[in-house]
């Protein structure tokens, strides 16, 4: 039995038109959105209002019409609809929404046209949050996500389309500015395109065989009557039929490079070409694919799951500094909003008043890699370039504005959450991470010494020094097993304390110095690179190798000079200033009890070329494996066990998010961590091949490298930029403990003095999150976009190559209820809670979301089990706080707020629970 989906497939099925012979041509409208290329962000928000204006009359003055003939509008980014609202009265976003829920409009998921290959996981996730909240608030679905123009897509973006609920996307690609070999020739013109974990997206991506202004091109449309003629009685002859050979077809895109598109020509075309052998229908994109669905067995259809590198991405190199600042957000968001949500429990009117500068925050991830980046328009020119400058600057600003504040405020409301005894200063460490770690931990601190470290849970002395970060004092401590999600408190006391030896020996080797722990040897060169990595744990083997003159974090031949810039009993650190072939200045660090080599460079001054941070190693037969796009892939062809397309890609600089690791048959690799960069080059690659065999990565530091000398001159003006990276050999790869690595260096614990202003956590140590499985992590633990009565959202990703299963609970508050969320946080389904929290089961390398809604009493309500708290759980409790004995099995109703003693605070802890607050 065929189901009727959409007002066009009713109309088909019941006008008995839909037959074997038949051809359907689906013809969707739209403007291909050219920021900055056609005209800046002023023009095109306007061309946005007046575009729909004039395609919501259409839809209404057609109307009458039969169900292919009516107007349909496709916008090509979410931000048409944005700018709607914002521009518009409540009445007429109303009747934009009317139209895309009943099919007269659509808008994907993406914010514009945007090229994603290098973005980090998140980061795209965040710029489909806009669509999440109107789906929340209107009831309707976004079912359509797409990166159009650019040759090239990464294998990832499926899975983080298909998360949060995308079904169906369309690739027209430009043909031009390309160094990708044949572009336009497809291996399949219709596929499933699948992620690591099997997600999949049902794709359409013609070979454009006509120019970009006919099939395959990104306005396939753009001669509407032309391309129906193409599809339907000239396929036989124009290759074609031979690519394409289904009967329902869609023909996507007309506005090409014009500012706006406004006519009624894709009704009087369907009106007037429709015949016997075919009917033509305005298409909203969306009804093509689900006539596609219906007619055809989709999952007979090719599955694709390959990555097919970078090519426009990379004109984001060009403002290497401002895309790495974007990037640096997103990390630092992870802590801030994990604080955010252990405070929000406490305080549910915490984000109250955040949410603009939020959802611009989010929407500036989804513009920052919008395809444009770089290029100059025919109607811009080198104006547009210096608008485009001015615009991503503007933009990373914001983020950095939204973070900045949301992690700082969290941060101090955390501090006064937490109780404090006596009249020594204290601090919180917290760790943002789903482990405990042992980890480094820097604290403000401008107070007098001798001082030392206690750890208020264990009463030990930490090991301590003063150091300066950017001119302000700090003590730097290394703080052993700081919980998951939570914290660890510590107490400076008066006196020199304990002596530990220092973390690390310098010695000197001619013009070198040689940086010596328990764990490697590092020889550090006056340029600032590494010439020599001997890893003593396994028999000083070395894991440096030259090639083409460079070693490790090698910028370049020059002379500098070293110097000791701190030494301790936590961490040594040399710096070398060198001024060759730009200035910089490169810092290594080893610490005591930290397995890992932490790497500052810093360039201090603007250049025009492209400059790469070489890394060679001493590894044989290497395999490497890389952070894409919510995947990690395997750097080698498809044909030979990778992840890469043997056919229509470009392959000389491949994505750098979190890590790459570089392993050898032998058995023993190095994990190379990355915070700032967005790409490497595998050995001697090339944009037509991809080089194996070499055991070298190059990261970009900056430089115009997407094709020739086109891109942003001299790096936008910028003349600072910061590259940070960690070094860890290891035996054999493991893709959990090398994430890990990266995620501890990229994300140092947030360290406050404790003020106890509000008293409502533990005062010694606390974890707020509790993952049964180490192969699954979380990837962000926050407030419900909602609001705090939607609860909290747990995002998990397992980095196992099998499915894993783990148990998902919180703390202080256990889950009461779940319900599986899109990554955009649209309710799935319910969720089952038992003591352990939920449990769920991941695929391979699966990002799954959550909505955790916390007891609403906490742990502290229901003493006499009756699943009511009421007077009757007062008499249990007073009894008990009366002759509380802290080792007896009812320690913890008397100890409420859990920071081992029993008294007036419990007591004000269990009022709140009992009045629910």
């Known amino acids: 039995m065929r189901v009727c989906h959409g007002a066009i497939l009713c109309f088909l099925l019941s006008a008995s038109i839909v037959s074997g012979q038949q051809k359907r041509v689906y013809i969707a409208p739209d403007d291909h959105t050219d ?15 007046t575009t729909l204006d004039y395609y919501l009359d259409l839809a209404d003055t057609t109307q009458t019409n039969a169900a292919p003939y009516q107007s349909r509008w496709n916008c090509d980014g979410h931000l048409w609809m944005w700018t709607y609202e914002k521009n518009r009265t409540p009445a007429q976003f109303q009747r934009l929404i009317d139209r895309i829920a009943d099919g007269h409009v659509s808008v994907p998921l993406n914010a514009l046209c945007v090229c994603l290959g290098a973005a980090p996981a998140e980061a795209v996730l965040r710029g489909m949050y806009y669509p999440g909240k109107i789906e929340r608030q209107y009831d309707v679905r976004f079912r ?3 990166l159009i123009e650019n040759q090239t897509q990464p294998l990832g973006i499926a899975s983080l389309w298909a998360g949060s609920g995308a079904k169906y996307s369309w690739k027209g690609i430009c043909g031009c500015d390309s160094q990708v070999s044949n572009p336009h020739d497809r291996e399949h013109d219709m596929y499933r395109a699948q992620g690591p974990d099997g997600a999949e997206i049902l794709i359409k991506w013609n070979s454009m065989l006509n120019g970009n202004e006919n099939m395959g091109g990104y306005a396939e449309a753009r001669s509407p009557t032309g391309v129906v003629d193409f599809v339907t009685v000239n396929a036989p002859f124009n290759g074609f039929a031979a690519r394409y ?6 023909c996507f895109g007309k506005g090409w490079d014009d500012l706006q598109t406004q006519t009624s020509q894709f009704v009087t075309t369907a009106q007037n070409m429709s015949n016997a052998s075919r009917q033509v229908i305005v298409s909203n994109e969306q009804d093509f694919f689900a006539d596609f669905e219906q007619t055809y067995n989709v999952a007979a259809l090719p599955a694709k799951s390959v990555s097919f590198g970078n090519e426009w991405e990379l004109y984001s190199a060009g403002m290497a500094e401002v895309t790495a600042r974007a990037k640096r957000a997103v990390e630092k968001l992870r802590a801030a909003e994990a604080m955010t949500a252990v405070v929000s429990l406490f305080e549910p009117e915490f984000m109250n008043g955040r949410e603009p500068a939020r959802d611009r925050a989010y929407m500036n991830w989804g513009l920052f890699w919008e395809h444009d980046f770089g290029m100059v328009g025919p109607q811009t020119g080198s104006l547009g370039i210096q608008k485009r400058i001015t615009w991503q600057h503007l933009i990373t600003d914001e983020i950095e504005l939204y973070v900045n504040t949301l992690h700082d405020d969290s941060a101090d409301a955390l501090a006064d959450l937490i109780p404090i005894d006596g009249a020594n200063p204290r601090y919180y460490v917290f760790n943002p991470l789903s482990w405990s770690r042992d980890a480094i931990a820097d604290l403000p601190y401008a107070g007098p010494s001798p001082i030392h470290i206690i750890d208020v849970a264990s009463q030990l002395e930490l090991p301590s020094q003063i150091v300066s970060i950017d001119g302000q004092a700090h003590l730097r401590v290394l703080v052993e097993d700081i919980p998951s999600v939570g914290y660890r408190v510590l107490e400076i006391r008066d006196g020199s ?8 020996m310098v010695t000197p080797d001619g013009n070198s110095q040689i940086i010596e722990n328990s764990i490697y040897r590092v020889t550090f060169a006056t340029n600032g690179a590494i010439t020599s990595l001997i890893d003593k744990m396994r028999s000083d083997r070395e894991f440096a190798q030259g090639f083409s003159g460079r070693v490790m974090n090698d910028l370049g031949a020059s002379t500098g000079t070293i110097t000791i810039e701190n030494v301790g009993p936590v961490s040594v650190t040399l710096k070398a200033v060198a001024d060759l072939p730009v200035l910089h200045t490169s810092r290594v660090t080893l610490y005591r009890g930290v397995d890992r080599i932490d790497i500052e460079n810093e360039i201090t001054q603007n250049f025009s070329t492209t400059r790469t941070y070489a890394f060679g190693f001493n590894i044989t ?15 080698s062809l498809v044909t030979d066990g990778g992840d890469y397309s043997p056919r229509n890609a470009r392959y000389d600089w491949l994505t750098l998010n979190h890590f790459a690791d570089i392993t050898g048959s032998e058995g023993v690799g190095v994990t190379l961590s990355n915070s700032d960069a967005s790409f490497f080059k595998l050995g001697n690659s090339t944009p037509g091949l991809l080089d194996t065999s070499t055991p070298s990565i190059a990261v970009l530091a900056g430089g115009k490298v997407a094709n020739g000398g086109n891109g942003i001159p001299n790096q936008g003006g910028d003349t600072s930029f910061t590259n940070r990276f960690a070094l860890r050999t290891h035996d054999a790869y493991g893709q959990q403990a090398t994430m890990k690595m990266a995620l501890e260096h990229q994300n140092p614990p947030v360290c406050r003095m404790v003020t106890a202003g509000n008293p409502r956590l533990p005062s010694d140590h606390f974890s707020a999150v509790q993952l049964s499985n180490a192969n699954v992590l979380l990837w962000a633990f926050k407030l419900h976009e909602d609001g705090a009565d939607q609860g909290l959202v747990a995002r998990l990703w397992n980095q196992a190559e099998t ?7 919180i703390s202080p508050r256990a889950i009461e209820s779940a ?7 649209t309710d799935v389904s319910a969720q089952s809670v038992g003591p352990a929290g939920i449990t769920t089961v991941l695929a391979r390398q699966q990002i799954q979301s959550f909505r955790l809604m916390p007891m609403a009493t906490g742990h502290c309500g229901d003493f006499d089990a009756d699943n ?12 008990v706080l009366i002759g509380a004995d802290m080792s007896s099995a009812h320690a913890g109703i008397a100890d409420i707020n859990q920071d081992g003693m029993s008294d007036g605070n419990d007591v004000s802890e269990f009022v709140d629970c009992l009045l629910g607050n």
């Open 35 to 49: 920021y900055f290329w056609t005209a800046d962000n002023v023009q095109y928000e306007q061309a946005f209002l």
């Open 144 to 146: 359509l996500a797409y």
């Open 245 to 250: 050979p289904y009967d329902v077809i869609g």
């Open 497 to 504: 304390g304990q002596s530990f030896s220092n973390a690390a």
């Open 621 to 635: 037969s290497p395999a490497v494996r890389h952070e894409e796009v919510g995947a990690i892939l395997r750097a």
């Open 803 to 809: 499915p894993q299963s783990t148990d998902l609970q």
């Open 819 to 825: 319900v599986s969320v899109t990554h955009i946080e």
């Open 868 to 879: 009511d708290v009421d007077s009757l759980d007062l008499a249990v409790f007073v009894n």
